[in-house]
């Protein structure tokens, strides 16, 4: 018998934790074709999910996946996270809880097992190079050989130090 992970425990109690202390506990994911979230809020193949009691409906945190509702947009949606696509867990008050190894990718064998289900799954794919960046290269054709630095603001991003 194969023995089971710590992580879900640890998720459980770092959720508790969070609830009993009054924070809001937010977790974060990496998405692939068995994770079903919003596909429109995901950012780098990863999505930052708030899963405090006010944010969702009928949280079930078990020890294979996490499944609740949520409203995105004001759209109610069904969520399911494999509990070892979850890279961190914390506190967004003050950032505190705990960080996990990301999973690592797919093996042939696992795909080959449910390709019925990757089928249907929606599929990440890269973006192409839109022209705007290309301008750098026609500002130094006048001498101008400093790029504009990136524009601050907007959402802030979880950063996993190792």
């Not at 937010?26 to 074709?33: L, N, Q, R, T, Y």
Request: charged share 25%; glycine share 6%; net charge negative.
């Amino acid at each position: 018998m194969q023995e089971v992970s710590t992580k879900p425990y640890l998720l459980r109690a770092i959720y508790e934790w969070c609830t009993d202390n009054g924070y809001t506990p937010h977790i974060a994911v990496v998405v692939d074709s068995r994770t079903r979230v919003p596909m429109q809020f995901v950012k780098n193949g990863e999505i930052v999910l708030n899963i405090s009691f006010e944010a969702t409906s009928g949280l079930k945190m078990e020890n294979e996946e996490i499944r609740f509702s949520a409203r995105f947009g004001g759209v109610s949606r069904d969520l399911l996270i494999p509990v070892e696509n979850v890279i961190a867990i914390y506190a967004r008050e003050n950032g505190q809880g705990m960080a996990f190894e990301a999973p690592t990718p797919a093996t042939a064998e696992s795909v080959q097992e449910a390709p019925e289900a990757e089928a249907s799954a929606p599929v990440l794919s890269s973006v192409p190079v839109s022209e705007p960046e290309q301008k750098p290269a026609q500002s130094a054709d006048q001498g101008d050989d400093d790029p504009e630095p990136p524009k601050k603001g907007g959402r802030p991003v979880l950063t996993r130090i190792k």
